[in-house]
Structure formats: C-alpha cells, structure tokens
C-alpha cells in the first residue's frame, strides 16, 4: 500500500530565516505531487506540483520555491520566511491520471 | 464564482442523526468526486471516491453526485461523536491539468 512522509510535523522559525520541508511517497512510482497550504479557518491553496522529475508548476507567486530530487520526493523550501508564511503545509500525491488524491500527516509552521 | 462552493458550516448534530453535507460546482469538466474527513491538525483523510454520476455507499456513508445540477453530497448515517471534523469536498477531470478543486469545508460536531 502507498504511504506519504513529511516532516517535521511542527517548527518554529524566526522571520528571515531558511525553510525546508521534506515529503516523500511509498508503494508508488512516478506519482504526480503537491504542496498544499491551510491556513486556519480557510480553504487549501494549491501552491506548486509536479508530475515529474525536476518538473515544477507553480500557482501562487511568492518567496516559497519547490523542487523533486527524485520520483517519489518533493521539497518545499524558501530562502526567508515572512510572517505570512505561517500555516499548515500539505503534501499529497495522485495517480498520473488524478482521480484521486491522498494526503501526508501535515506540517505545522509558525513564523515568529 | 469560485469553482467549488461549499456551506462551511459549522453543523451540529446529537448523535444517532442523519447529516448531510453538500456541495456545488460550476465546471462541467470534472468527472471524479471526492469526500475527504480532516481532524483537527490531522492531513485529509480520503472518505469516498466517485467517477461521474450515481451513488456511493460505504458502510455509514453515501455519496451522491447530480452531474446535471452540478450538485454532489455526502450523508452520514447514525452519526457518531467520532464523525466531528471538517469535510472537504474535492474534484477533478480529465481536463483540469492534474490539479484537484476543493471546497473549503464544512465543520461537523456530533454531540453524545
């Protein structure tokens, strides 16, 4: 059975410093990945996916950036936090032919 | 218009009652449908899954999809306190270029 990865569930980072958020996928090869942001109370905002290897869409522009090292990982990261990036950051991942998507256990980031 | 609306809420219901949770659509494009459960700081959890439209039952649950009005639902039989969380309606199609479309959830409180 597929099973998706994220860590660190929660973090703590002063505005202006780095970001990195890991995702990683089991029991599936060449599947389509996203990064989802949550912010409390609101919707999900769909922020990059990937349906490949150094492939990289992305929705909203803002200092976040993406990246797939390899088929099943998919990294989230930013050069300097803002305040306003603070929220719950999904990943999740879907056949090629997304008939359905299943989500990871989420990071909680909060901005300080 | 956003693409996908969806009441938010929040319901509350005593335990043992029918819920039904609905949302709204305006692309005729999408062909698959999903129900998605999330508890508090907890990733979606994927419920229920349709292609097209008809009903889906899964123990507790069915989903219904009206592609002619652009209307689906989910009703929750003999609710339960554990059935407290936000439900995310989410959808998708051949021609959405892999991305999914999410209602922002409605919250859902069972009381014993």
């Known amino acids: 059975s597929q099973t998706i990865h994220q860590w660190p569930a929660t973090l703590v980072q002063p505005v202006g410093s780095p970001l990195s958020l890991e995702c990683t996928v089991e029991?599936?090869?060449?599947?389509?990945l996203y990064w989802y942001r949550q912010a409390a109370g609101r919707g999900l905002q769909l922020l990059f996916y990937?349906?490949?290897?150094?492939?990289i869409s992305s929705e909203v522009p803002q200092n976040l950036s993406a990246s797939r090292p390899q088929d099943r990982q998919f990294i989230l990261s930013s050069k300097k936090l803002l305040l306003s990036d603070s929220g719950f950051y999904l990943c999740?991942?879907?056949?090629?032919?997304?008939?359905?998507?299943?989500f990871g256990p989420g990071t909680r980031l909060l901005v300080l | 218009q956003k693409e996908v609306e969806q009441d938010p809420g929040p319901l509350s219901v005593p335990e043992g009652a029918i819920v039904s949770l609905n949302c709204t659509y305006s692309?005729?494009?999408?062909?698959?449908f999903m129900w998605y459960r999330q508890y508090s700081r907890k990733g979606p959890e994927l419920l229920m899954y349709?292609?097209?439209?008809g009903n889906k039952e899964d123990g507790r649950f069915t989903a219904q999809v009206d592609k002619s009005s652009k209307y689906i639902s989910l009703f929750i039989r003999d609710s339960q306190p554990s059935d407290s969380a936000t439900y995310l309606c989410?959808?998708?199609?051949?021609?959405?270029?892999?991305?999914?479309?999410f209602g922002t959830g409605t919250s859902l409180t069972v009381i014993p």
């Open positions: 999740a991942w879907s056949t090629g032919s997304a008939e359905t998507q299943y």
């Open positions: 029991g599936t090869s060449n599947p389509n």
């Open positions: 990937s349906v490949g290897i150094g492939q």
């Open positions: 692309n005729s494009a999408f062909q698959y």
């Open positions: 349709t292609y097209s439209s």
């Open positions: 989410a959808m998708s199609g051949y021609d959405t270029g892999n991305q999914f479309y």
